[in-house]
């Protein structure tokens, strides 16, 4: 039975839903540019490292470059890999500074391998660690790692890469 809202009306008409005017119903065409899909891309604390303020700098900066972007906070592999299937992202992105990164970075890979997210999203990391870490970190599987003093165009133009 249809929801009764008050006076609106009790059943579905799809008329209602086109309204004269659309450039749909004129045959025109929207700027592809509007069309395309925005990247989405996942950003989360790995593990409970609490030095947010660069992935915080990070999230601004990919949503003035138009991208969509889920800020996690804090979180563990299951549960960056669990929103990351839900919110159907394009990229993953996590955060350390911690000294957890290879560590938790391995076990986020496994898990993404194992929920079949590997090989459909990209996995990127970024913080505070030895550069020999970061070789390290793309060696175990991270498609880009962004060491300290990485510039917005490079965060923005490897994830547009990526993608």
């Known amino acids: 039975m249809p929801l009764d809202c008050g006076n609106r009306p009790r059943s579905f008409d799809a008329s209602q839903m086109i309204h004269k005017g659309h450039p749909i119903e004129k045959g025109e065409r929207r700027d592809t540019k509007e069309m395309t899909k925005k990247?989405?891309?996942l950003l989360s604390k790995l593990g409970l490292d609490v030095h947010n303020r660069g992935i915080i700098t990070v999230a601004k900066m990919l949503r003035n470059a138009g991208m969509e972007v889920v800020y996690l906070g804090n979180a563990l592999p299951?549960?960056?890999?669990?929103?990351?299937?839900?919110e159907d992202v394009d990229v993953v992105g996590v955060s350390s500074l911690g000294g957890a990164h290879l560590s938790l970075g391995s076990l986020l890979l496994k898990e993404a391998e194992d929920k079949g997210l590997k090989d459909r999203v990209a996995f990127l990391m970024g913080g505070v660690f030895a550069?020999?870490?970061?070789?390290?970190?793309?060696e175990i599987g991270f498609d880009g790692v962004?060491?300290?003093?990485?510039?917005?165009e490079q965060i923005v133009s490897g994830i547009k890469n990526l993608v």
């Open 39 to 41: 990247i989405k891309v």
């Open 78 to 86: 299951e549960e960056i890999v669990s929103v990351a299937i839900q």
């Open 131 to 138: 550069p020999s870490d970061g070789e390290r970190l793309q």
């Open 146 to 152: 962004f060491l300290p003093g990485a510039t917005s």
